[in-house]
């Protein structure tokens, strides 16, 4: 049996969660609802305040995906509770971003300011304009989205300029050095 998806996933009164007859997990919360559409091999049951995901076989591919679906919907459940954040960090002389309306713009060196549009459930928030926080309920999406505007300009090693994940480390090279 997986050890993950043995354990159930439990839920509080300010999430509501149902199974439809399609084997789709349809999990709601104040903001948001999320749907975690369920492969045949696995079937999910709620009792009281928690969702028990059970598997039809004891084949490799369905002992797979009983652990990956239970944390699927364990992310639902969390995302539409509390939700998911991702912190990026501007770094370099003129760098600088702001929100206006569905719109990220970021000055990053270029020539031209980087425009992202902001997708469809996520929720961005500049501070002092070289911190960016990325949240919503969608794990995947949130850390989809800081991945994309990091990929604007990653840091590079030598002097550490760039966007760069909060509190993310990067190991510095040492330039030229001069001529003997």
Known sequence: ??????????????????????????V???????????????????????????????????RSLHGMYRALVQNAVTGVGAGFHRGLELHGVGYRANVSGKKLELSLGFSHPVVFEIPEGIEIKVEKQTGITVSGANRSLV???????????????????????AGEHIRRKAGKSAGK
């Open 28 to 62: 709601k919360g104040a903001k948001q609802s999320l749907k975690i559409a369920l492969r045949p091999e696995v079937t999910a049951a709620i009792e009281g305040k928690k969702i028990v995901l059970t598997r039809k076989s004891e084949s490799k591919d369905a």
């Open 143 to 165: 850390g989809q989205v800081a991945a994309k505007i990091r990929g604007f300009r990653p840091p590079e090693p030598y002097l550490g300029k760039g966007v760069r994940y």
């Open 1 to 26: 049996m997986s050890r993950v998806g043995r354990s159930p996933v439990y839920f509080d009164d300010k999430v509501q969660v149902s199974v439809t007859p399609a084997n789709e997990v349809v």
